[in-house]
């Protein structure tokens, strides 16, 4: 899984537990809404404004699911821009400047 997607992937779940949260909330205004909506008019049964409630909260809800957040998006732009510069040739060469470094200071200290 590339770092892209663990941090998009993370981020989703995290807004599906927000979402369910949420809800608790949506669904128990709903319901006093409805109720209060059928104590008014009488010739609208309630269950029909529930149900209405009910699929527009669930569409918008989960519209908004899948949007990542502005830092997911930070992170997930700078994890692509990392693994391009890590198979570029100055990340190569890069690489082997700090390989050699590394080496050269375990020599250093076997000594």
């Not at 892209?4 to 992937?9: G, K, M, P, Q, V």
């Not at 709903?30 to 009488?42: E, M, P, Q, R, S």
């Not at 732009?77 to 198979?87: C, F, S, T, Y």
Request: charged share 15%.
């Amino acid at each position: 899984m590339s770092a892209e997607l663990f941090f998009y992937s993370v981020d989703v779940v995290g807004n599906f537990a927000t979402l369910l949260s949420w809800g608790m909330v949506i669904a128990i205004i709903g319901a006093f809404a409805c109720t209060f909506t059928w104590f008014i008019d009488k010739s609208q049964p309630a269950g029909k404004a529930a149900f209405r409630f009910a699929i527009t909260a669930v569409i918008i809800g989960l519209s908004l699911v899948p949007i990542p957040s502005k830092s997911t998006m930070y992170l997930m732009a700078g994890a692509h821009v990392a693994k391009e510069l890590a198979v570029s040739e100055t990340g190569k060469k890069v690489q082997q400047l700090v390989n050699q470094k590394l080496d050269e200071l375990l020599a250093e200290k076997k000594k």
